[in-house]
């Protein structure tokens, strides 16, 4: 059973950091593009970074970059995302999510649709 487990996320003030895990099972989390996203109430889901079945090409949204680092930890089946300098419009629901194309071992991207497991999210709160 494939499955994808998100932890780490919480409150902070603005200037905080979180580290947040993607834990899969079931699975070899490496064969696939993992990606993550968020979800502002009342906004839609966009993707936030990325890093390919091989962990040598990452991606970032313009929002993040230089602020979030995506990595993998492959013998724990896990993927990180170090969130740095968070501001409150960084608050929401944070899901990770997998996907396997013909490119995913070297590129990955941030469509939704480029991702097929999700996990059940972890919430994000950035106030003072």
């Known amino acids: 059973q494939v499955q994808l487990v998100e932890s780490g996320g919480g409150s902070v003030q603005p200037g905080g950091s979180l580290r947040l895990s993607c834990a899969g099972s079931g699975f070899p989390l490496d064969r696939y593009a993992t990606g993550w996203f968020r979800q502002a109430p009342g906004k839609e889901r966009e993707g936030v970074s990325c890093?390919?079945?091989?962990?040598?090409?990452?991606a970032y949204a313009d929002s993040v970059q230089g602020r979030f680092t995506i990595s993998r930890d492959n013998g724990k089946n896990t993927v990180y995302l170090q969130m740095h300098s968070l501001k409150p419009e960084d608050t929401g629901a944070y899901y990770c999510?997998?996907?396997?194309?013909?490119?995913?071992?070297?590129?990955?991207?941030?469509?939704?649709?480029?991702?097929?497991?999700w996990g059940q999210g972890t919430q994000v709160t950035v106030s003072s």
């Open positions: 999510a997998t996907g396997i194309t013909s490119y995913s071992d070297y590129e990955c991207r941030l469509g939704l649709f480029e991702y097929d497991d």
């Open positions: 890093i390919s079945s091989s962990g040598g090409s990452t």
